[in-house]
T-cell receptor
Framework: GENVEQHPSTLSVQEGDSAVIKCTYSDSASNYFPWYKQELGKGPQLIID???NVGEKKDQRIAVTLNKTAKHFSLHITETQPEDSAVYFCAASSNYQLIWGAGTKLIIKP | EAQVTQNPRYLITVTGKKLTVTCSQNMNHEYMSWYRQDPGLGLRQIYY???????DKGDVPEGYKVSRKEKRNFPLILESPSPNQTSLYFC????????????FGPGTRLTVT
C-alpha cells in the first residue's frame, strides 16, 4: 500500500530563517498532497495543498513543491516567525484515502 | 461557525469499562474519520465513514467500534478499553474522501489505567 515518509522529525531554525520539510510517497497514482499544521493542544489544520497537475504553489510565506517523477514534495516556510512553531504533517491521497507522514516538529529559536 | 466537536475532551477510565467518544460536524460533510495520535507515530486512522450507514476499517481498528446513523454524528466506541488505547484521539470530516480538506475536532485525551 501507499507509504509516506517525512523528514526531518524535528527541525530547529533561527527566527527569520527558512525551513524546509520533505516528504516522499510510494504510490505513483497519488494526486493530492496537503500539508497540515498542528498547534499545541489543537487539531491539525490545512495550511496549503497541491494537486498532481501543478509543480509549485505559494501562499504568502509558505510554498509547496511537487516532483512527480521523484515522488517527493516539500513544504517551504520563509522568514519564519515564532507562531510557525508547531507540528507539520504531510499527506498523500491514494485510492481516495489520505496517507499521513509521521510529522515534523518545527522549533523557531528567538 | 463551521466546526467539528468532540466530547469529552479529557477522560480517565479503567480497563474494561465501556466508553463512547462523540463526534459531531455541522458542515453536512459526507466523509468522517477517527484518528489516534501517539508520539513518533503521527496520525493513524482507526475507522472512517464515507456516508450514512457506510463505515470501514482504517489502519488500527482493533478494539474500536463506530456507527454512522446520522450524517452529522460519528461516535467512537471502546467496548473494553485497555491501557494500550491510551492516546490522543481526533475526529475529522470532509466534503468527500480524497482530495478535500479535512476539518479536525479539538481532540480527546484518553487515559486507560
Amino acid at each position: 500500500g501507499e507509504n509516506v515518509e517525512q523528514h526531518p522529525s524535528t527541525l530547529s531554525v533561527q527566527e527569520g530563517d527558512s525551513a524546509v520539510i520533505k516528504c516522499t510517497y510510494s504510490d505513483s497514482a497519488s494526486n493530492y498532497f496537503p500539508w497540515y499544521k498542528q498547534e499545541l493542544g489543537k487539531g491539525p489544520q490545512l495550511i496549503i495543498d497541491i494537486r498532481s497537475n501543478v509543480g509549485e504553489k505559494k501562499d504568502q510565506r509558505i510554498a509547496v513543491t511537487l516532483n512527480k517523477t521523484a515522488k517527493h514534495f516539500s513544504l517551504h516556510i520563509t522568514e519564519t516567525q515564532p507562531e510557525d512553531s508547531a507540528v507539520y504533517f504531510c499527506a498523500a491521497s491514494s485510492n481516495y484515502q489520505l496517507i499521513w507522514g509521521a510529522g515534523t516538529k518545527l522549533i523557531i529559536k528567538p | 461557525e463551521a466546526q467539528v466537536t468532540q466530547n469529552p475532551r479529557y477522560l480517565i477510565t479503567v480497563t474494561g469499562k465501556k466508553l463512547t467518544v462523540t463526534c459531531s460536524q455541522n458542515m453536512n460533510h459526507e466523509y468522517m474519520s477517527w484518528y489516534r495520535q501517539d508520539p513518533g507515530l503521527g496520525l493513524r486512522q482507526i475507522y472512517y465513514s464515507m456516508n450514512v450507514e457506510v463505515t470501514d476499517k482504517g489502519d488500527v481498528p482493533e478494539g474500536y467500534k463506530v456507527s454512522r446513523k446520522e450524517k452529522r454524528n460519528f461516535p467512537l466506541i471502546l467496548e473494553s478499553p485497555s491501557p494500550n488505547q491510551t492516546s490522543l484521539y481526533f475526529c475529522a470530516s470532509s466534503f468527500r474522501t480524497g482530495g478535500y480538506e479535512q476539518y479536525f475536532g479539538p481532540g480527546t485525551r484518553l487515559t486507560v489505567t
